[in-house]
């Protein structure tokens, strides 16, 4: 029996909860993608039988579209904590731009849930409303601290407030799905350089404050 084996056998003591079952079905997403993880795969990361997953869930599709809208919800708390640290809205911008580029790791986690939400969605159009809710949320804090840097006059947008916080949700969507593929073409790094300096010459905020503040988020 392998470390991983006694790890679950660990578990097997008490029926887990449904919020139990969606983190072993996220954990299980993450190494095998949406269409290849199976009801067993996921009984296996949560220690627990296919019975007890068909307990909670009646079938796969609906406990990996509840795993996956629960993964899309996760982040926010940390954004909400990480952009309610920062004391004025160009260190909350450099903050939101950091926390947006899918970095190894959690970061990058995050956007494979997102992209595996919405590939999902794409063969299921009565799911949208939902996804465009949890989308929503994520487009607001563009728009928020765009636009209140505008206010106070931080930033000095090219154009409308919107219309910046449009380009940049866009910028970020468009680059983010290249760089979580992992090709040498568009690197988490690269993403951030282009990210970083389109934000700065759309908002006329200097790049290297900006660049700076990103470091240290």
Known sequence: MDAQDKT????????????????????????????????????????????TVHYYFETKDDVLLAALESANDQPYARMDELLGREADDLSRLATLLELSIPYPGPQREEWVFFLELWGRILHRPELLAAAESTDSRWRSYFFDVVRSGTANGTFRPIAPPDEVADRLV???????????????????ERMREILLRFAADELRVPHEELDRLATHA
């Open 8 to 51: 679950i056998e660990g578990r097997r003591t008490e029926r887990p909860t449904a919020e139990a079952i969606l983190a072993a079905a996220c954990r299980a997403i993450v190494r095998r993608g949406v269409e290849a993880t199976r009801i067993a795969d996921i009984a296996r990361e949560a220690g627990t039988s296919t019975g």
């Open 170 to 188: 866009a910028l970020v969507d468009g680059l983010g799905l290249k760089a979580v593929l992992g090709g040498s073409w568009m690197t988490p």
